[in-house]
């Protein structure tokens, strides 16, 4: 059975920074899409970031130029750097990995941006 586990949210004051780690175990396949979303209360859930098996990577609007994914394939594991945070970014963040035949989801690391 594949989990995802996050971890590294926490409280933060603006300006600040957080990395987020997705550690994925049970799963024998390559993974091809590894995907950041994230949650703010009374808000739809929203992509953050995204990157490819290839590395290619696709980012919001509202967080281009502030935070960085990257992944480890070798410990099947996917980054969110989060650099010059802001209120606006408070949220679960949640990640998410795609593979030839499934996908899965994990429960999500709380970030909170204090202003």
């Known amino acids: 059975q594949v989990q995802l586990v996050e971890s590294g949210g926490g409280l933060v004051q603006a300006g600040g920074s957080l990395r987020l780690s997705c550690a994925a175990s049970?799963?024998?396949?390559?993974?091809?899409?590894m995907t950041w979303y994230r949650q703010a209360p009374g808000k739809v859930r929203e992509l953050v970031a995204s990157?490819?098996?290839?590395?290619?990577?696709n980012y919001a609007d509202s967080v281009k130029d502030r935070f960085t994914i990257s992944r480890d394939n070798a410990k099947n594991t996917v980054y969110l750097q989060m650099n010059s945070l802001k209120p606006e970014d408070t949220a679960v963040y949640s990640c998410?990995?795609?593979?030839?035949?499934?996908?899965?989801w994990g429960r999500g690391t709380q970030v909170t941006v204090s202003s």
């Open positions: 998410s990995i795609a593979w030839a035949s499934g996908s899965s």
């Open positions: 049970g799963i024998s396949r390559s993974i091809d899409v």
């Open positions: 990157i490819n098996s290839g590395g290619t990577t």
